[in-house]
């Protein structure tokens, strides 16, 4: 089975500068970013020190409230982590060119690198950082790739954190490509947070045809551009012709029934899945290879439904 992704906090949204310490500004962003619900991110080892020297040096009650300060800590401190045995290794290099702190003490980016490091080398790190102390270039660079570092800069509980972190998970699932379809089904929350499954959504993964690894790799693809972009091909075009266009130009075919099928009622009835107390029909379906492996799905204002991942249903 996939490895959990590590969710790290960068040092920068909760260690200021002694300038920044003394601005309430500082304060408010940090309390919008530790009051995150589930999505749970640790505080490093090193940036623990940092906390330490914050509790000493407890700012004045203009600044922030006595029972806000204490929050903070009490919200930071559980979260630290011993450091893995297996250093990660990570592109040193471009961190170092690539961050510059804001409003944060000006040891932080050392603190991000060992925090990042003792994550060790096996997950896969959402790194929760803030767009303003990155440089955004993209690199054409082998050790940034290999280090697996996702910076996730929305805030946490919106919903492109939640989008983003589902990237991440996507991702992991694609290290461990060995623990196969089923992995996808168990992450299928995780990696896919906006799509409804079918109470047999996943009964048929074994008639899917075609090589395991194959067919993982295009099943999180389609899925994927389900989950990303589905809603809004569907809001923003009210043709079949068009949601087609858009949804090839994902890379994913995809169509309705035929009406050949449409007049065949039993074959429509098999297009008709159970989704707790509600039934959904979910015609339209994605298509993994031409001839077969479809992905049933239909797309409502309550988001998308998944009937079934099939090599074909009757038509
Ligand atoms: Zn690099």
Avoid at 8 to 35: G, M, N, Q, Y
Wanted: overall charge negative; some cysteine; charged content about 25%.
């Amino acid at each position: 089975m996939p490895v959990e992704p590590v969710q790290l906090l960068d040092p920068e949204i909760f260690i200021p500068s002694t300038e920044s310490a003394a601005k309430r500004e500082f304060w408010v962003r940090l309390l919008s970013w530790i009051d995150d619900g589930d999505e749970l991110a640790l505080v490093g080892p090193n940036s623990l020190e940092g906390l330490h020297e914050l509790a000493d040096q407890r700012p004045d009650e203009s600044v922030i409230s006595q029972n806000d300060f204490w929050t903070i800590l009490q919200k930071l401190v559980p979260r630290t982590f011993y450091p893995a045995q297996d250093q990660r290794s990570i592109c040193e290099r471009h961190v170092r060119t690539d961050y510059s702190s804001a409003l944060g003490h000006g040891e932080n980016l050392e603190r991000l690198i060992k925090d990042i490091q003792a994550t060790g080398d096996q997950p896969q790190v959402a790194l929760r950082t803030l767009e303003d102390c990155w440089n955004w270039q993209s690199r054409d660079c082998q050790d940034c790739v290999r280090s697996r570092l996702h910076k996730l800069t929305a805030p946490p509980g919106h919903s492109t954190a939640l989008n983003a972190m589902a990237k991440v998970w996507r991702s992991a699932c694609m290290d461990d490509q060995d623990a196969g379809l089923k992995a996808i089904q168990a992450f299928s929350q995780e990696m896919f947070p906006n799509l409804h499954f079918s109470d047999s959504a996943w009964k048929h993964l074994n008639r899917l045809s075609g090589s395991p690894s194959d067919n993982f790799s295009s099943l999180t693809h389609h899925l994927g551009v389900l989950n990303d972009h589905a809603p809004r091909v569907w809001a923003e075009n009210v043709t079949t012709r068009r949601r087609q266009a858009e949804m090839q130009g994902l890379g994913v075919p995809a169509s309705p029934d035929s009406p050949q099928t449409h007049k065949n009622s039993k074959a429509m009835q098999r297009r008709d899945f159970q989704f707790g107390q509600v039934m959904v029909r979910c015609e339209w379906h994605t298509k993994l290879r031409p001839d077969t492996n479809r992905i049933y799905f239909a797309v409502l204002d309550s988001g998308v439904y998944i009937g079934t991942i099939v090599d074909h249903l009757p038509t």
